[in-house]
């Protein structure tokens, strides 16, 4: 197969697309992607001081390694969850990736605080370890962002429809009227942006692999159960039988929410008492957690 | 496993209720079941003329069957579409329930004005089967419920949610907004109703056995690689996983559209210049097909 663009020897074909690229040119159709994404949906300009959350993973790495190279003012942000034989092997990866390309990567664990990696904790105080490992996510992001003009992730097109396909099951609400590539700033909740909103996860790990990105492979051991794998094989199955169904879905309801705004549950953000973060209770469920572990 | 109503011997256990009842209590368990989605959404009552629409499988007949039990005015409506080693098995399984019960069955045969079966038309005039088939048959039922106050179709759970995924999927408003357990009478297009929306299939079949109906087990030969198929497989392996998911995601669906009305396109229906029967063009889809066969 010969790339489209230059008729050099192509190195992947996207179906969706229905087209072959060479690596270059590969490279230069998903950057010029991105940029549209960033452009279009107002997520960010080259004032804006950026911190962008990264797990170690093809997304994140790829998407600091990204903005970077488009000259963006990036800082990555790293929490070492303290899962066994995943955390260290995700942060020697986060590490290496730093210093190789000279980019400030604050670097974060919550074993300091707490003693004990994230698995414990979900066993302390009884929680499934994925929705525990969220809350504390969100919670640690949202206050390191405080000091940035807006927070970055590398949610691919492949995790946004697989939560759409969640949200609809359940016709959450709420969920489906948070579920956006671009997230405005709430008082002190910085603006989150997806860059990655529209790139496929197989687009994305190319995008690494051509760009000489080493990242952790492996899924996360507490995760491999999780919901939200499931939902991304019955999308993978959907895919398969009917090239491009993911992005005509995940396209469609986003074209559907503009012309529907669905409606946010307006439960007023008041500051926890404790840590001044923007929750719905008296004490956010941080420093719940807090507690719950001290005593 | 004893029956939770009278501890007898149980027959069958409903994993989504959670409950194991014996043959006599699942079948009145079933019937009040039907009995509230009719009443609950003002279907029909007893002194309405009802249209059943009936192919011989355990749905459709399953439906007559409850509906003469219940005392209501029915007539079945059956149209024989001529495939091969298939429709003519389905119509003496209807004739048979016919005379074994004492209903009147209206059997039409869409050979005698085209001379040929539904498969070969599909073929001659270039379209999927099942599609000319759904287009053909709502024509056929359409003009046989003019003498009815109602049309009513067998449609259990399972195609509704398998609907609805494939809706969603698309983000087809005009379809998401017309799927419903009723809809209202528009012009000559009689009221139709789906008394078994909140039966899924397995239920449908448990009862149609217990009540010792001979319908036909088979799929049509012509729909193996029918996409509605393939969306109950992904459906089913979601209720697998999660119990209970595909009721509350069609449960859910429901709720949602009651809260947030569905704009239907509102193309105005006009009569078609040869038919009369109601459409958005000049000649309607089904006086189209019969021109486009004879010549």
Redo the contacts between chains.
């Keep these: 197969m010969k790339c489209k663009v230059c008729k050099d020897k192509a190195e992947i074909y996207l179906r969706s697309h229905n087209i072959a690229l060479c690596r270059k040119d590969f490279i230069k159709f998903y950057e010029r992607r991105v940029m549209r994404s960033i452009e279009k949906l107002k997520m960010f300009t080259r004032g804006d001081k950026i911190l962008v959350a990264i797990s170690g993973g093809k997304d994140s790495l790829g998407l600091l390694h990204l903005l970077q190279k488009l000259e963006y003012d990036v800082t990555g942000y790293y929490i070492n969850l303290g899962i066994d034989g995943y955390s260290d092997v995700s942060q020697n990866k986060v590490k290496a990736f730093s210093h190789s390309r000279g980019i400030l990567i604050i670097i974060e664990d919550i074993r300091v605080a707490w003693d004990s990696g994230i698995g414990e904790l979900a066993k302390r105080v009884r929680r499934p370890p994925c929705s525990l490992c969220g809350m504390v996510k969100r919670y640690l992001m949202n206050r390191a962002a405080v000091k940035f003009d807006v927070m970055a992730t590398g949610h691919n097109q492949d995790d946004e429809t697989a939560t759409l396909l969640g949200n609809?099951?359940?016709?959450d609400?709420g969920y489906l009227a948070r579920q956006s590539p671009v997230l405005k700033q709430k008082g002190s909740l910085k603006k989150r942006v997806k860059p990655l909103s529209f790139i496929t996860e197989r687009e994305s790990a190319a995008y690494a692999l051509m760009e000489g990105i080493d990242y952790i492979m492996e899924e996360c051991p507490l995760a491999k159960r999780a919901t939200s794998l499931?939902y991304k094989g019955?999308l993978n199955?959907?895919e398969e039988?009917?090239p491009g169904?993911k992005s005509?879905?995940f396209n469609?309801?986003l074209?559907?929410q503009k012309s529907?705004p669905l409606v946010e549950e307006e439960e007023p953000l008041v500051a926890c008492v404790r840590c001044g973060y923007l929750t719905t209770s008296e004490v956010c469920n941080f420093c719940r957690l807090e507690e719950k572990i001290k005593h």
């Design positions: 609809l099951l359940r016709w609400e499931f019955i199955q959907l039988r009917m169904a005509r879905f469609g309801f074209e559907y529907h």
